[in-house]
């Protein structure tokens, strides 16, 4: 895998017209339901963006993992510049020379038989949760309508109607209902209340291997092999959300792989799409994705011939382990680096790989806070809730980028102390 080149670091100006110009006509003309930091990024190489402007930024976002493997990877860029030349789109009303391909290698990979595409994280779970109820209906004999899946607090799984219905975030759920019934909320991390809310019609228990929108929210280490355990004893379906945790941002194929855990079902997104074209999946053995019926479920674009390219390429990056083994390493040296700032300015850090969850003392300033001086020293991040910030830079960033990402936090955190 290649990386970029050691950078040239500068604190960037601030902002100017040409980029609040662009910022106004976003902003006069789009839904309200983001609030992104106050830049416009026009190209992307490796893990490195540049503005409108020329300004270069250190991307410690990776658009939420699904550019894991960097922006414009060449890789990626070639199996889709090819397949744009070949064939885009068929629907699933025919086949095309790409899906086959692509569902038996993402099988392979993760060690199932059966893959059921589709587009956005958030189908993906909305497949996952529709094949648990046709599976306790049609396999485990729960009667009509009384099915109920377990699902833990703090979750973050999308934010359609019904995912929101069991979201205990207020800005997800507030003004959206009703809600959809069949979801108990337990405890993140709590095997034991997980195992108390088991009934006859529980069908499945829904998680994030790692809690990702919460903070990077990483449990006990014995929690998912309870998991697993408990929904074996149970005859329940257990569902990996590894949409922002899998395919390679932990150090692992999986998050589930750091414990030695094999879900039912594999939730997968984001990197599977390569940061080129939004890619899902729901990924399973024949006993249960077998349960679906033609015309049950589908998607226009689920399968299609571009996205089945990228991919298989992604896939095919992954089953080489290289990805996973520079996100173990490089990991390594990130949260080595976050831990000295622990006392300074920092409360605690959390995550695995290239994943990390930084707690910021709230006495200096919110997450935003903290993410806009980032971004003013030429470093992009995300804030989440309350002083949390979160970073996942791509899996090719140069080790000495790291480095001074973490810096640069140093520096605003000193910089907030100072004032």
């Given amino acids: 895998m290649t990386t970029n080149r050691t950078q040239q670091h500068t604190e960037p100006p601030a902002p100017t017209a040409h980029q609040a110009e662009a910022i106004a006509r976003e902003e006069a003309h789009t839904a309200h339901n983001y609030h992104p930091l106050p830049v416009v990024i026009a190209s992307g190489e490796g893990a490195w963006v540049t503005d409108l402007d020329g300004r270069r930024y250190l991307d410690c976002l990776a658009a939420y993992s699904a550019v894991n493997f960097g922006h414009s990877n060449p890789e990626l860029l070639a199996a889709a510049h090819a397949q744009l030349d070949r064939l885009t789109l068929t629907s699933r009303a025919f086949h ?97 209340a997980l195992a108390a809310a088991i009934d006859d019609d529980t069908v499945a228990v829904l998680i994030e291997p790692i809690q990702g929108e919460a903070g990077i929210l990483v449990p006990p280490a014995d929690y998912l092999p309870a998991v697993r355990a408990i929904c074996t004893e149970h005859n329940v379906l257990f569902i990996a959300d590894e949409i922002q945790s899998g395919l390679g941002r932990t150090g692992a194929t999986f998050a589930c792989d750091l414990v030695g855990v094999v879900p039912d079902l594999y939730l997968l997104g984001k990197a599977l799409g390569g940061g080129i074209v939004p890619v899902s999946a729901v990924v399973g053995d024949a006993d249960i994705l077998g349960v679906l019926r033609p015309g049950e479920h589908g998607s226009t674009f689920g ?37 000295r700032l622990v006392g300074r300015g920092v409360i605690a850090v959390r995550g695995a790989g290239l994943w990390a969850g ?6 200096l ?28 830079p791509p899996i090719v960033v140069d080790p000495a980028d790291l480095d001074w990402a973490v810096d640069q936090l140093e520096a605003v955190l000193l910089e907030l102390s100072a004032r």
């Avoid at 930084?358 to 006495?363: L, N, V, Y």
């Avoid at 300033?365 to 809730?385: I, S």
């Fill in 358 to 363: 930084i707690d910021i003392d709230p006495a």
């Fill in 365 to 392: 300033g919110t997450g935003r806070d903290v993410c806009e001086l980032l971004m003013e020293r030429g470093l992009l991040a995300k804030d989440t809730h309350g002083s949390t910030i979160r970073l996942a």
């Fill in 96 to 192: 095309n020379d790409q899906l086959g391909p692509f569902v038996e290698e993402l099988a392979a990979l993760a060690g199932k038989d059966m893959v059921l595409p589709m587009n956005t994280g958030a189908e993906a779970v909305e497949s996952g949760i529709k094949v648990a109820r046709a599976w306790g209906y049609r396999v485990k004999g729960v009667s009509g309508g009384r099915a109920n899946i377990i699902v833990a607090s703090g979750n973050f799984h999308g934010r359609t109607t019904t995912i929101v219905s069991f979201s205990d975030d207020p800005d997800a759920r507030n003004d959206f209902g009703p809600f959809t019934p069949g979801f108990r909320t337990v405890p993140y991390g709590d095997a034991e």
């Fill in 303 to 339: 399968g299609n011939p571009l996205a089945a390219a990228i991919g298989r390429t992604v896939v095919g990056m992954l089953a080489t382990g290289e990805p996973q083994e520079r996100a173990r390493l490089l990991g390594m040296r990130l949260h080595n680096g976050l831990e």
